[in-house]
């Protein structure tokens, strides 16, 4: 990937160190964007005691950024009052700086007292890019969308969070399929063994399509998304095989959205390396929501549906009714999601698990200090 001449011109400098005493207590959020995914943040944040929704850029006019927040087809009306008063907005008993929407690095963070920046927009950005959030002074950013280059991590709870250290401050984190597929096909994987498969993923439109036909550089994307079922190319095969190395190469996969505004399912099919049943699928599933995906998986045994899987705060709902086995080898298994709610709460849990780890780092010098 080309880097960016004008942004490699600037130097990076670390943002200013924070007192150790800082971490574990209360963490700031400076919230770019305001599409669905910066809609859901802000209820989830509006709730919360120690990540404090400090500061607002989005590309919106302040009339309809209340309007948008006020009432909302997927999640109702927000619990609270919201109005504008010049550059803040109210969320209740609430405020909230609004700032211009800017390149990263032109918004003073460090000013502002916010330590977390949440990029919630469609991404695209380069490291050079990205790195500007650190000279303004954040400490960390957080990724809804892949960048233009790699991050330092990306990051899923329930798959990888042995991974994470302080100094990664670029934080990628895949998508709401990935966050509900890559654990439950990790715990396939080392329970059976998977030496192929098929990713069917079942997912409700967005607002990157059209309720009309319109022209569209992939012709099928551009047909109406409520009239349809739309075939469409997805990469959510090759990220699970980054994520997961020993399923790389081995998943294919295609996305077909379908006529719902929200709730999605992704169709997992694995040729396992010795023989499964759907009382063992079903089994290993249940002990691993129950133990180590406590909270990121939820099992059901109850005939649902899409809608059934809405507002859940866990990242997936593993539907044992709908598991299936052929040729002695094979299962085949489905995770209902929906398309941002339990992502958003994901996202909060690792804003909390990087303060914890900054806690630790800090206490540790600190007391090497001594």
Same mark, same amino acid.
């Given at each position: 990937?080309?880097?960016?001449?004008?942004?490699?011109?600037?130097?990076?400098?670390?943002?200013?160190?924070?007192?150790?005493?800082?971490?574990?207590?209360?963490?700031?959020?400076?919230?770019?964007?305001?599409?669905?995914?910066?809609?859901?943040?802000?209820?989830?944040?509006?709730?919360?005691?120690?990540?404090?929704?400090?500061?607002?850029?989005?590309?919106?006019?302040?009339?309809?950024?209340?309007?948008?927040?006020?009432?909302?087809?997927?999640?109702?009306?927000?619990?609270?009052?919201?109005?504008?008063?010049?550059?803040?907005?109210?969320?209740?008993?609430?405020?909230?700086?609004?700032?211009?929407?800017?390149?990263?690095?032109?918004?003073?963070?460090?000013?502002?007292?916010?330590?977390?920046?949440?990029?919630?927009?469609?991404?695209?950005?380069?490291?050079?890019?990205?790195?500007?959030?650190?000279? +303004?002074? !954040?400490?960390? $950013?957080? %990724?809804?969308?892949?960048? =233009?280059?790699?991050?330092?991590?990306?990051? #899923? *709870?329930? @798959?990888?969070?042995?991974?994470?250290?302080?100094?990664?401050?670029?934080?990628?984190?895949?998508?709401?399929?990935?966050?509900?597929?890559?654990?439950?096909?990790?715990?396939?994987?080392?329970?059976?063994?998977?030496?192929?498969?098929?990713?069917?993923?079942?997912?409700?439109?967005?607002?990157?399509?059209?309720?009309?036909?319109?022209?569209?550089?992939?012709?099928?994307?551009?047909? +109406?998304? !409520?009239?349809? $079922?739309? %075939?469409?190319?997805?990469? =959510?095969?090759?990220?699970?095989?980054?994520? #997961? *190395?020993? @399923?790389?190469?081995?998943?294919?996969?295609?996305?077909?959205?379908?006529?719902?505004?929200?709730?999605?399912?992704?169709?997992?099919?694995?040729?396992?390396?010795?023989?499964?049943?759907?009382?063992?699928?079903?089994?290993?599933?249940?002990?691993?929501?129950?133990?180590?995906?406590?909270?990121?998986?939820?099992?059901?045994?109850?005939?649902?549906?899409?809608?059934?899987?809405?507002?859940?705060?866990?990242?997936?709902?593993?539907?044992?009714?709908?598991?299936?086995?052929?040729?002695?080898?094979?299962?085949?298994?489905?995770?209902?999601?929906?398309?941002?709610?339990?992502?958003?709460?994901?996202?909060?849990?690792?804003?909390?698990?990087?303060?914890?780890?900054?806690?630790?780092?800090?206490?540790?010098?600190?007391?090497?200090?001594?």
């Amino acid at each position: 990937m080309a880097e960016n001449p004008e942004a490699a011109e600037t130097p990076v400098t670390p943002a200013t160190p924070q007192a150790p005493e800082s971490f574990g207590r209360v963490s700031r959020i400076g919230l770019v964007g305001m599409g669905r995914m910066g809609r859901n943040l802000c209820r989830l944040l509006y709730d919360s005691d120690d990540l404090v929704l400090t500061a607002l850029s989005a590309a919106i006019d302040p009339a309809a950024l209340v309007y948008l927040l006020r009432f909302d087809t997927l999640l109702g009306r927000f619990p609270a009052p919201v109005a504008v008063a010049g550059d803040l907005l109210r969320l209740g008993d609430r405020q909230v700086r609004l700032l211009p929407d800017k390149p990263p690095g032109e918004i003073p963070w460090g000013e502002l007292g916010i330590d977390t920046v949440v990029d919630a927009t469609r991404g695209g950005r380069t490291r050079a890019e990205l790195e500007r959030h650190f000279v +303004a002074g !954040a400490r960390r $950013v957080f %990724l809804c969308a892949p960048a =233009a280059e790699p991050p330092d991590v990306t990051a #899923v *709870p329930g @798959l990888n969070e042995d991974e994470l250290r302080g100094e990664q401050r670029i934080v990628f984190l895949a998508s709401p399929l990935i966050h509900a597929l890559a654990p439950v096909a990790k715990v396939l994987l080392e329970a059976f063994g998977i030496r192929r498969a098929f990713l069917t993923l079942v997912q409700a439109y967005s607002e990157q399509q059209h309720l009309a036909d319109m022209p569209a550089a992939e012709p099928r994307r551009g047909r +109406a998304a !409520a009239e349809n $079922v739309v %075939l469409q190319r997805t990469g =959510a095969a090759q990220a699970l095989g980054w994520l #997961v *190395p020993e @399923l790389r190469g081995k998943v294919t996969g295609l996305a077909m959205n379908v006529p719902v505004a929200d709730g999605s399912a992704a169709d997992l099919v694995c040729w396992h390396e010795r023989p499964v049943t759907v009382e063992e699928v079903n089994r290993t599933l249940r002990e691993a929501a129950a133990g180590r995906l406590a909270g990121i998986l939820d099992y059901e045994d109850q005939p649902i549906v899409s809608s059934d899987a809405l507002r859940r705060e866990s990242s997936g709902t593993f539907d044992s009714l709908a598991t299936m086995v052929l040729a002695g080898n094979v299962s085949k298994t489905l995770t209902w999601f929906d398309n941002g709610w339990g992502y958003a709460h994901r996202l909060l849990d690792l804003i909390r698990r990087f303060r914890e780890i900054d806690a630790r780092v800090a206490a540790g010098a600190k007391e090497t200090g001594r």
